[in-house]
């Protein structure tokens, strides 16, 4: 497990992770398809910040500076006041662009949007940040009828249209 690394400030191309629990801090580590690559031993990891905790404020200046700011937690329920408290103070002093990714470590696929994820979609959007939501790789899966499959069948398509211009009948039908 990456070190907790608390500094003064973060580059902008750095990434602050944020975590409700150590189960989802595990989670992370373990299931994130996409972006667990990116991080550096220089990313810095804290349990989520409330308004009252002494580590708030540096953790603030963190996130402000970050270019990714990764939220892991569960999906259910919904976050404590004092994280909210200090979530809402940071996406309105935010002011420049990068990402939030919201990873949640026992959502499914055909799940709804958790009252946890648009509350952290509206932040992102409050601190003019994109807004990505991450999936565990074991709810991972292929969606039918997606971006992602077109060239799947049209490689498909294209050898059974192939099978059928390539037997041309010589037979004319009867006007």
């Not at 799940?111 to 074991?138: C, I, T, W």
């Amino acid at each position: 497990m990456p070190k907790q690394h608390y500094q003064s400030s973060v580059d902008g191309s750095q990434a602050v992770i944020l975590f409700e629990t150590p189960t989802a801090r595990d989670a992370l580590l373990k299931g994130s398809p996409c972006h667990m690559a990116d991080l550096s031993e220089e990313s810095v990891w804290a349990a989520l910040p409330s308004v009252k905790d002494a580590e708030a404020e540096k953790t603030m200046r963190n996130a402000l500076a970050a270019g990714t700011v990764i939220v892991a937690a569960s999906a259910n329920g919904d976050f404590p006041t004092d994280f909210k408290l200090w979530l809402e103070r940071w996406s309105n002093k935010r002011s420049t662009p990068g990402t939030l990714i919201a990873f949640f470590y026992d959502r499914k696929v055909t799940d709804l949007a958790s009252v946890k994820e648009l509350y952290l979609r509206q932040a992102s959007q409050s601190a003019g940040m994109e807004f990505k939501r991450d999936m565990p790789l074991r709810f991972a899966a292929p969606v039918p009828d997606s971006i992602d499959t077109f060239s799947h069948r049209a490689g498909q398509m294209t050898s059974v249209l192939d099978g059928i211009l390539s037997h041309r009948s010589t037979h004319t039908p009867p006007l």
